[in-house]
């Protein structure tokens, strides 16, 4: 019998074969159910409301609905499950785009079991997958973007709406700082670090940390 207080996991992936492989490797961990599968995009919100998963392990790459507007679609939910993408992150430059729809995070199809399930659980504690680096290289991607004029002049605006300690606060995250950094580069407590980071997600619009260094780099604030 599936634990109820584990973390529900669904699976999109037109590869039968991969979606099979990420069953085996979840179902070993005690705290992690898969609670369904899907093969395609389109599948995506009846199984959302049918199985309520925490997470969704979205494939980029799908032959009818991608997993980018799937995506897209779920997170403009009032109470969005978490998303994983399925990537392989140095040939898909479309994760940017999952990124900005509050995706919380990437895990490479190859990615080790361990990683995996470690990956879930964060994305479900509210940490994206995505370590600083990681996050350097996926802004430097930005710069010479068509759409980039636009974006900063929005992402200006956002930014004079935050306060200043707020503001300092964002502008770290932009640089890819963890918590615990942040707190003593601005000599704030931890729990302080973490209320500004929510508070400047929900005045913002932002699902997590990714989005706001996204949000900061289109602002020209690194």
Do not use: Y
């Amino acid at each position: 019998m599936n634990d109820p207080a584990a973390v529900r996991v669904l699976l999109v992936d037109d590869d039968a074969l991969v979606r099979s492989g990420l069953r085996l490797m979840l179902g070993g961990a005690p705290d992690i159910t898969v609670v369904g599968e899907a093969a395609d995009g389109s599948e995506v919100p009846a199984l959302v409301d049918a199985l309520s998963p925490d997470v969704v392990l979205m494939d980029i790459r799908m032959p009818g609905v991608d997993g980018l507007t799937a995506t897209e679609e779920l997170r403009r939910r009032a109470d969005p499950p978490q998303v994983l993408v399925l990537t392989t992150f140095n040939t898909d430059e479309h994760v940017l785009r999952a990124l900005r729809a509050g995706a919380g995070g990437f895990v490479l199809k190859h990615t080790p079991p361990a990683q995996i399930v470690a990956a879930v659980r964060s994305v479900v504690a509210g940490e994206p997958v995505l370590s600083p680096a990681v996050t350097r290289q996926l802004i430097a991607q930005v710069s010479g973007d068509p759409g980039q004029l636009g974006r900063a002049a929005r992402a200006r605006d956002q930014l004079a709406s935050l306060g200043a300690r707020e503001r300092e606060v964002a502008v770290a995250v932009g640089e890819g700082k963890a918590n615990a950094e942040i707190a003593a580069e601005l000599f704030m407590s931890l729990p302080t670090v973490k209320t500004n980071v929510s508070r400047i997600m929900a005045k913002l619009g932002l699902n997590n940390r990714v989005q706001i260094a996204l949000l900061v780099n289109d602002a020209g604030e690194l």
